[in-house]
């Protein structure tokens, strides 16, 4: 029987090869398709593009309220009322209306994962792996518990055990535990164990069990704390319990990498003032650039019409009119580029409008144009260089970021000091068990319960000892420390040379402050004598002592410097705005300010009851008279409420003379009006 047995398998074999055989072999005789249908019946479908299916109502994929008329043009420019904004009010909307800190290039739609927004800080306190709840909960209480069933059957080879020995036994084991971590590192536990056997006895086969089924359970509490590494509040602060070499996750890095997402959203805040401010002066310059345009080109077309009339009556000469034409032509282009802009960067009126627009949240076409109401600072402004210095060391936000990343790196060796050693733990555990062939029932005879039996006492454990564990030479440990020390020096290097940096863009700032003033007057010099030479060039003509070409000639350049003129004060404004920016104090400025929300009424009343324990510190000070530390998380204002500003006003119109100065201090905005 066993030959037939082994020979059948091998039919078996050799069937099920030759019908493997024949199905590939049949595949491979069928004939190929033609080469146009060999592409599957899906084609079009697996072709498509698909789009993700999404919940409409969330991400606002209605866009009736995006969705405007068509934007300004030329030719739809004069017909759209205006309406006058201020600066303040510009960077009010704009910090009011956009959810997302706008930076112009279309980087949001080119790169939306790099983009600013207002939810950058809430998303970092919520992070699940790296906020600071996220490091206290690795000290929260953990509770674990299990329960399994299980069924054994067997045979024994043996008479003895056969006969001695169940062939069928259940059992069952529940283990509960719960466990707390301490800053400190002494890691709490409280469990119990309980187990259940149950011997299927054959009928009439002597035994030695003194019960079929019997329970055992057991109390335990234990107590491990490190004696060397990780022993300390500071270490399980810094890296979190049971971290490992050049793992830091701890409390203090996530408050640290808070404060570190705070500093970049106040950046991101700041940028966009900075650009709503700059467009801004943008806008009020392109205007201005638009009048002087519209100015020339008027002047040339009473020109052009007084060559013409000359030339029909025979008084003047063809190459005079067609001059005075040529000018007109080009003055009218100059103004359809002021207005609309060119491909070669001039933005004008309408692409600047767009800018501030983008800038503010609001709509391409809202049915009104924007036109600037404030007028630019022309007074002189002279800064305090060495006020200037301390406030930039004290309040940029690049500073104080690159400040928390030396602070980080700080705890980060002092981790890697602390985890450079071996793991030893001190380890006491006692327990409590009890025995019965019943859980709970059958208290009255002695182990019918074993919960009773467990209260009685009469069965303790007791453990005390040490235990240690770690790596021969550690080497893993001591490179976390070099590299910790390393990154330190990285970190202090980069603030070094950012401090640098700091200085040379304040000192830049600064001397093009001069610069734009300087200009300011020599353009308005230049502007006046430009005007004075119009007039009796504009005489000489009309009284035929001169020829047209020099009246033309000095339109234009007259106006050149009506534009250069306007461009100076808007580059001094800018100037201005540059140092204010260099200086660290832009927000404080505006006014601006970062603040949390609102706070959760439950958190608040918590807050509420552990007030009182701050209120008086033991040196008879209540802390309720001491001032304010500040507006918000950071006040941008110095101590003592240094600005580092004074402000020159011209007492005069005239700006031809400078030597009539009066100082003054300026103690708020550090842009002067002029009188």
Not at 28 to 34: A, D, E, G, I, S
Not at 147 to 160: A, D, I, P, Q
């Amino acid at each position: 029987m066993p030959v037939l047995s082994r020979n059948s398998r091998k039919l078996k074999r050799i069937a099920l090869t030759a019908v493997l055989a024949a199905s590939f072999m049949g595949c491979r005789l069928q004939p190929k398709p033609p080469v146009e249908t060999c592409a599957p019946l899906c084609a079009d479908q697996l072709q498509k593009i698909s789009y993700p299916d999404v919940c409409e109502n969330d991400i606002g994929n209605n866009n009736d309220d995006l969705l405007t008329g068509p934007p300004l043009t030329l030719s739809t420019f004069e017909q759209m009322p205006s309406w006058d904004l201020t600066l303040e009010e510009a960077v009010n909307m704009a910090l009011t209306n956009n959810k997302i800190l706008q930076r112009l290039g279309g980087v949001v739609v080119s790169s939306p994962q790099a983009t600013a927004t207002t939810y950058e800080q809430a998303i970092v306190e919520t992070n699940p792996n790296a906020s600071v709840e996220a490091a206290l909960s690795a000290f929260d209480a953990q509770v674990a518990t299990s329960l399994f069933f299980n069924h054994n059957e067997r045979k024994f080879n043996n008479t003895f055990q056969q006969l001695f020995s169940a062939s069928r036994q259940d059992t069952a084991n529940f283990q509960t535990e719960i466990s707390k971590q301490t800053v400190s590192g002494t890691r709490f536990a409280a469990r119990n164990i309980t187990d259940y056997t149950n011997n299927h006895l054959q009928p009439g086969v002597p035994s030695s069990f003194r019960f079929n089924s019997v329970y055992n359970t057991v109390n335990q509490f234990e107590v491990r704390h490190p004696l060397m590494r990780g022993n300390g509040a500071m270490v399980n602060r810094i890296a979190g319990p049971n971290a490992v070499s050049g793992q830091y996750n701890g409390v203090l890095i996530a408050r640290i990498r808070s404060d570190q997402s705070l500093a970049d959203f106040e950046a991101a805040v700041r940028d966009l003032v900075r650009d709503v401010e700059l467009n801004y002066w943008e806008l009020y310059f392109a205007y201005r650039d638009l009048d002087t345009k519209m100015a020339a080109r008027e002047s040339s077309r009473g020109i052009w019409e007084n060559r013409q009339i000359r030339y029909e009556k025979g008084l003047g000469r063809p190459d005079e009119e067609a001059q005075a034409r040529q000018q007109y032509y080009s003055f009218e282009f100059q103004v359809q580029n002021a207005l609309s802009g060119t491909t070669t960067g001039q933005l004008g009126v309408l692409g600047s409008e767009r800018n501030l627009r983008r800038l503010l949240g609001l709509s391409v076409n809202d049915g009104r144009m924007i036109r600037p109401a404030s007028e630019p600072a022309v007074a002189p402004i002279m800064f305090d260089w060495n006020a200037s210095q301390e406030q930039a060391m004290a309040t940029r936000v690049e500073l104080r970021r690159q400040k928390w990343s030396i602070r980080q790196r700080e705890l980060e060796l002092c981790a890697a000091k602390q985890l450079n050693q071996w793991r030893l733990d001190l380890v006491g555990l006692y327990g409590f068990r009890g025995f019965g062939d019943n859980l709970f029932g059958s208290r009255s005879r002695p182990e019918g319960s074993a919960v009773a039996d467990l209260f009685t006492g009469k069965l303790d454990d007791w453990q005390l000892g040490l235990d240690m564990q770690g790596p021969v030479g550690n080497r893993q440990a001591f490179l976390a420390v070099r590299n910790a020390e390393l990154r330190l020096s990285r970190e202090r290097a980069v603030y070094r040379e950012q401090q640098r940096q700091v200085l040379h863009d304040l000192a830049a700032a600064y001397a093009e402050v001069d610069r734009a003033m300087a200009n300011i007057r020599t353009s308005y010099n230049s502007y006046i004598a430009a005007q004075e030479e119009l007039g009796p060039k504009r005489l000489r003509v009309e009284e035929g002592k001169d020829q047209v070409f020099f009246l033309l000639d000095a339109q234009q350049r007259f106006s050149t410097s009506e534009s250069a003129f306007y461009r100076s004060i808007v580059d001094y404004n800018r100037a201005l705005l540059s140092f204010t920016y260099a200086s660290g104090g832009l927000l404080a400025r505006y006014n601006v300010t970062l603040d949390e929300g609102g706070w959760d009424p439950s958190l608040q009343s918590i807050a509420n009851g552990k007030a009182d324990r701050f209120r008086n510190n033991g040196w008879g000070v209540d802390d309720r008279d001491l001032n304010p530390i500040s507006a918000g998380p950071f006040n941008q204002q110095m101590p003592g409420g240094a600005t580092g500003v004074r402000t020159i006003e011209a007492p005069s119109d005239d700006p031809q003379n400078p030597d009539e100065l009066d100082e003054s201090n300026g103690s708020g905005d550090p842009i002067g009006q002029a009188n």
